[in-house]
Structures are given as structure tokens and as C-alpha cells.
């Protein structure tokens, strides 16, 4: 989906990502892994085309990034910023309709289509709150249904790209297996999904691909189950922790990083 | 299925809401046509279907202009207000805040200061002040563009600041020339920038209701790119809005309606910023509900208060800026009073 080559990112006197090349595929969940002022934030704003890149070029979909225009670009791409609230007050419903926004369609079809995938993914109960009333985490859970819809053509989200800053921070445990759950959804759809989280566990066992950054460099990038060792994670952060291993069966096994 | 029965509820809750406000639209329309100082009966006016030269003259070439104008005008601010809130996300945003109404009052005045020593003939005397207002609205503008875009996008913030710039600097200029002038145009200065709809006459009226109604639909088939940025101005683009241009658009937009309305009328302070939070506490905050129930609320409050600006001490005439705020803000204080809980979208 994004295809990312030599790309330098310079604000004054301070280089932010140097010479980045990374690829994100089709039906992949992708978590950005590194300590605060690395370039994660940097590396996402690219993506999201908010820097002018020094060098290098962002290709989206075989096509650079910066020829697309907002329109059909807001049907393949969809980001999810971390939770906050301020807004206006209006209704659950009516804060989702607005993300078919650019599709031909009546109201009512907009309608169908919000009350399908909220009970696809269990917020009909919120729909007829006031936005500006929710916690944190039932607005992050909305946050995902309204971009599930603004990127929703047919069922097949291949070529449709979902990025996430820090979705879980407002989230408590069960909603946090929630949103995962998800997020594999829309992965299993064919959805390449691009993430930053702090909770390097969690993300690590979600992820399957990891992409470790320092410095604004890429320290490396690959499978997460091979990935996910006590020597890139020691390197990328500068600690020295261990790796657990927990065998849920004989199939799956989780890992924990452990300081 | 319940929800969407709720959905459909609640879309239609606001038919009611529109049909009453347009109800006392039209009452406050009969009052106003009512009152003055000639006492026209229009009741028996309709009866018999009989009156004199001169309450004919009253009712359908003074009365009548000025009220459909005090409607339009009111309708216009308050819808300026609204557009306005949501573009900057901030309550506090109003026409006077960007700085394009003290911006026509300057030029205004210094038309007014213009005129006191110069002789123009009669017909440029009429239009030459809200020209110059008008001059002074679009100026204004221009340089607050010309501060705030750039390629990238419009800082909101710096929107904001560089209209409170403009509305001092355009102040202490109107300030300069108050202080320069003799007794008789200070006296007009000051009564133009408290507003009157005295003199208004179809011209007048038809001017003004060019920009205010292709405004109106303007802002109406926009209402959903707005919604968006009211939210987050970088979702919207996300989102597939462009922000940059409905921005601009809705400047230019936002412009014209106050250029036109005050360069008639002067300055009606207040309805844009207060008849947007009256409507947004008493009916929601959607802009589908709010566009028309601040352009009707926004035109029964101005009707209303011309009507009381023209009838209190008759036969002379309050502000009506004056009558704006004492009928508003004690309103508004009430509703903030009764409703504090709501005040959770600043």
C-alpha cells in the first residue's frame, strides 16, 4: 500500500527521518515501535502528507502520495488520532453519517450503513448518545467504526489503509481486546493497518510486521514473530529486559517484554 | 428495529421546532407592521380593505421594507455567527471578531467625516456611506487573508488574532477621526455605529438580500464539510474535505452578508455570537437544526427589537444595537444559568 523510498524529513536545523525506506502491504498489521522522539509521530505525518519530504517520495497505491486528491484519497485512507474530546455537541449517529460524506448515496442508504457495521461491531447501544458525553474509550471504539465506514466500499478492504496513533491509551482491558479484535477484522478483509503504541506487548502480539525506529532511522523491519527479540528491543530503546514466553496452547504463545 | 425508529424520531423532532419559529416569525411580522408612531390598524385594513394615501404610504414603503429588512439582516449575522463558530471551533467567534464590521464602521465614519466638509450630489449623498462600508468590510477581509493563508492552510488561531489586530486597529482609527470632527457628524458616527433601520427603503432591501440568501444556501449545502471541521479541522481534510477552500469560500461569504447588512444598517452588535448559542442550547447543535433556526430566531430578534427601538419613546428612536443587547444578553445569561451543564463543547 505505501511504499516508502529514501525518504529525509528536515525541520531547521534538526534532521527527523533519514533516509526511510519501508514498505506497508495489503492485508498486514503493522505496529511502529520506538522511544519518544525517535520519529514515530514524524514517520505518521508523512504518511498522512502533513511534512513537505526534503528527499525520497511516498507512493501510496502505486501513485505519489501528493497527487492524490483529499477526495478519493479519504476513501483509501483513514486515520485515527488519539482520543480527545471537543467537539460540538450531536448525536453518535449523526458524527458517523458524516463519514460517507463522500460517497453517492441517499441518506438512508448512509443510514443502513451505519446501523450495519455499529451492530457489526457492538456500539448500536451508543448511537443515540450526545458525542461530547462519552469516555475516552467508547469514543475510540467509535473513532474506528466511523473509519471502518469512511473507508467501506464493498467488503473487501484490500487497498484500503487504516492508521492508528496510540489507540489504546484510553482504553480499558476489555476494550482494548475489543478494538484489537477489530482491527484483525478489518486485517482478514485485506486492510493494511499502520499502528504506534507505547504498549509494546500488547501491539507486539497484535502486529505482523514490526518496525523498529532510532534516531529517525530504521533500525529494522520484518515479521513480527521474528522480529520480536531481546536484542532489537534493547537497541531500539536502550534498556536491557528479558523476553517471556507464555504458551496459551500448543499452537499459540504470547511474548512479554519484561524490564 | 428500535434504533432506527429512534433515528427517524429524532430526525423529524425538529419539523415542529422550524414550523413554530416561522409561526412567531409571521406574529412578530404583524406586530411590527402594527406598531409605530401612525396608528394603521392592519386588522381593518384587511377588513375593509380601505385606507388613507398616507397609512398606505406608511405600511407598504416604510414600514414594510424596514421589517422585511431587520429580518433579513438579522437572519444573515446570526447565520454569519454560526458558519463562523464552527469554521474557528470556538463559541466565541462572532462577524465582529474577525474585524470586518469595525472595519466598515471606519470607513463609514470616515465617510461620514467625508461628507461634513464636501459637497456630493443628493443621490451619492444616500449611497456614499454604505459604499464606503462596504469598501472597508471587503478591505478588511483581504488583509486578514492575506495574514492568515498561506500554502499549507489557515491557522485558525492566527485568524482569530489577526482579527482582534484589525478590530483595535480599526477602532483607534475611527477613534482618530471621532476626535477630529466637529459635534453634528460625531453625533452621526456614533448613532451609525449603534445601528438603525431608519430609511430603509426596496433598494436598500434588495441589495441586501442578493448576498444573505445565496449565502443562506451556500452555507446550507456546505453543512456537512462543516460539521466535520467544527470537529477537527485535519479529520475533515482526512476526511476528503477540502478545508482550505471552504474556508476561503465561506470568508468571502461571511463578508459579503455583514458588508451588506451593516453598510445599511450599521452596526446590530451581538446577534451573530448570542442567536447561534440560543439555538444551539434550545434545539441542538447540528448544523441541519441550527442554519435555520438561527436564521429564523436571528430574524424575530432583530424584527423584535426594531419594533421596540421605534415604539419605546416614540416619536424619537433607540438604537437598535442598543435594544439587541438588553433584550439578549440578560436572555443569554439566563439560558447560560439554566443550561451550564451543556457547556461541555468549549
Not at chain 1, 75 to 90: C, D, E, L, N
Request: glycine content about 6%; overall charge positive.
Amino acid at each position: 500500500m505505501f511504499n516508502l523510498s529514501a525518504v529525509t524529513v528536515v525541520a531547521g536545523q534538526k534532521t527527523l527521518l533519514n533516509d526511510v525506506s519501508l514498505v506497508f502491504k495489503s492485508n498486514s498489521i503493522t505496529a511502529i515501535l520506538g522511544a519518544n522522539g525517535a520519529g514515530k509521530s514524524t514517520l505518521f505525518k508523512s504518511l498522512l502528507g502533513e511534512y513537505p519530504l526534503n528527499k525520497g517520495i511516498i507512493k501510496f497505491d502505486g501513485r505519489p502520495l501528493d497527487e492524490y486528491l483529499l477526495k478519493d484519497l479519504s476513501k483509501k485512507r483513514a486515520y485515527i488520532a488519539q482520543a480527545k474530546t471537543g467537539f460540538f455537541s450531536m448525536l453518535v449517529y449523526e458524527y458517523l453519517q458524516l463519514a460517507r460524506l463522500q460517497y453517492y448515496e441517499t441518506d438512508e442508504q448512509s443510514q443502513n450503513l451505519v446501523l450495519k457495521f455499529s451492530d457489526q461491531f457492538h456500539i448500536t447501544h451508543l448511537l443515540m448518545r450526545d458525542v461530547t458525553q462519552l469516555s475516552g474509550g467508547e469514543l475510540q471504539l467509535i473513532e474506528f467504526v466511523r473509519a471502518y465506514l469512511q473507508l467501506y466500499e464493498t467488503s473487501n478492504m484490500h487497498n484500503k489503509c487504516l492508521l492508528l496513533d496510540e489507540p489504546a491509551s484510553a482504553l480499558d482491558i476489555k476494550q482494548t481486546r475489543l478494538l484489537y479484535g477489530h482491527l484483525k477484522t478489518f486485517q482478514r478483509a485485506g486492510g493494511c493497518i499502520i499502528i504506534i503504541d507505547h504498549d509494546i506487548n500488547a501491539v507486539a502480539n497484535l502486529a505482523t510486521n514490526l518496525v523498529y525506529i532510532k534516531l529517525g532511522e530504521v533500525l529494522a523491519t520484518g515479521a513480527s514473530s521474528e522480529l520480536f527479540t531481546k536484542a532489537h528491543i534493547d537497541d531500539c530503546f536502550d534498556t536491557s529486559g528479558q523476553i517471556i514466553v507464555h504458551k496459551a496452547n500448543s499452537l499459540h504463545e504470547n511474548k512479554m517484554y519484561h524490564v | 428495529m428500535l434504533v432506527k425508529k429512534q433515528i427517524a424520531i429524532q430526525q423529524k423532532g425538529y419539523v415542529p421546532t422550524i414550523m413554530m419559529l416561522c409561526a412567531v416569525l409571521l406574529a412578530v411580522a404583524f406586530i411590527a407592521l402594527n406598531a409605530g408612531a401612525v396608528k394603521v390598524n392592519i386588522w381593518q385594513w384587511i377588513g375593509s380593505g380601505s385606507a388613507s394615501p398616507l397609512q398606505h404610504t406608511i405600511l407598504w414603503d416604510i414600514r414594510l421594507p424596514r421589517i422585511l429588512m431587520t429580518m433579513l439582516t438579522g437572519a444573515g449575522l446570526a447565520i454569519c455567527g454560526a458558519v463562523l463558530q464552527a469554521i474557528c471551533r470556538n463559541p466565541l467567534a462572532d462577524p465582529g471578531l474577525i474585524g470586518v464590521s469595525s472595519s466598515a464602521a471606519l470607513c463609514a465614519g470616515a465617510a461620514l467625516a467625508l461628507l461634513s466638509v464636501v459637497q456630493l450630489p443628493p443621490l451619492a449623498m444616500t449611497y456614499f456611506v454604505p459604499l464606503s462600508a462596504f469598501v472597508g468590510a471587503t478591505l478588511s477581509l483581504i488583509l486578514l487573508l492575506k495574514i492568515a493563508d498561506s500554502a499549507q492552510g489557515m491557522n485558525t488561531l492566527v485568524l482569530i488574532l489577526a482579527g482582534v489586530a484589525i478590530n483595535a486597529g480599526a477602532m483607534t482609527l475611527l477613534g482618530l477621526i471621532q476626535y477630529v470632527v466637529d459635534d453634528a457628524t460625531l453625533r452621526q458616527i456614533t448613532f451609525w455605529s449603534m445601528g438603525s433601520y431608519a430609511g430603509i427603503n426596496y433598494t436598500s432591501l434588495s441589495i441586501t438580500t442578493v448576498p444573505v440568501v445565496l449565502g443562506a444556501y451556500y452555507f446550507w449545502q456546505i453543512r456537512h464539510p462543516l460539521m466535520l471541521m467544527s470537529c477537527s479541522e485535519k479529520q475533515a481534510k482526512y476526511q476528503g474535505v477540502n478545508t482550505r477552500k471552504v474556508k476561503l469560500t465561506s470568508l468571502w461569504v461571511v463578508a459579503a452578508i455583514v458588508a451588506v447588512c451593516v453598510s445599511f444598517t450599521g452596526i446590530v452588535g451581538f446577534v451573530g455570537l448570542v442567536v447561534p448559542h440560543i439555538c444551539r442550547m434550545l434545539f441542538g447543535a447540528h448544523l441541519r437544526i441550527l442554519l435555520p433556526t438561527s436564521i429564523l430566531f436571528g430574524a424575530i430578534l432583530v424584527a423584535l427589537a426594531d419594533t421596540l427601538a421605534r415604539t419605546l419613546i416614540i416619536p424619537a428612536e433607540i438604537p437598535i444595537g442598543l435594544i439587541t443587547s438588553m433584550v439578549g444578553v440578560p436572555f443569554f445569561l439566563y439560558l447560560i444559568v439554566r443550561e451550564k451543564r451543556k457547556f461541555n463543547y468549549v
